[in-house]
């Protein structure tokens, strides 16, 4: 069933996000109005080490009021791939680099009302490369066992749908009981 934009305005321009009004015109001959947050592209990445730990960072959300466990991400900056962007923001945020860096998934955020696509990429082999943390974040690094991660967010006591989306999808990449 195919649809047309029949009007487009962009009310708000802002650090992080746009926001724009779409009037859609149906086959039918119905039409609506879609609000939409334009957004760009992200990567979340799992970076997990030589002893099984998984790399994540807790910090403050300000929109929801709490500190949440999170994995590493971070939006794409304009001229980067998703891949660089991966590798950079491990560096910021945690302090690490990759040497095997694979792409194991793709995903909308919240496709209803958003255009964000995230990528997940599994990060190993890591080695010490810090880079400088954005000014905005403030955080701290936690490691936590693959078992146990996975354990947190079966219970709820991940709450971020990012982290929980990519522990689901790196789970066909390891074996049982390891990270290997």
């Given at each position: 069933m195919e649809f047309r934009v029949l009007h487009?305005?962009?009310i708000f321009q802002g650090r992080v996000f746009n926001v724009r009004i779409d009037q859609i015109g149906y086959p039918d001959g119905r039409q609506s109005r879609t609000d939409i947050v334009e957004h760009r592209s992200s990567v979340t990445i799992i970076a997990i080490d030589d002893q099984d730990l998984i790399w994540f960072v807790k910090q403050i959300?300000?929109?929801v009021g709490e500190w949440l466990l999170e994995l590493p991400a971070g939006v794409m900056e304009t001229s980067e791939s998703p891949a660089d962007t991966a590798?950079?923001?491990i560096r910021e945020e945690i302090g690490m680099a990759a040497q095997s860096l694979q792409q194991i998934g793709e995903f909308y955020l919240a496709p209803g009302?958003?255009?964000?696509?995230m990528y997940i990429f599994l990060a190993r082999d890591l080695?010490?490369?810090p880079l400088d943390k954005d000014p905005d974040e403030y955080m701290s690094v936690e490691k936590i066992p693959v078992e146990t991660a996975i354990e947190y967010a079966k219970?709820?006591?991940i709450k971020d749908a990012k982290t929980l989306a990519a522990l689901l999808l790196v789970q066909r990449y390891l074996k049982k009981g390891s990270a290997a």
């Open positions: 487009s305005e962009v959300r300000v929109p590798q950079r923001e009302y958003c255009t964000e696509k080695y010490p490369a219970n709820g006591e």
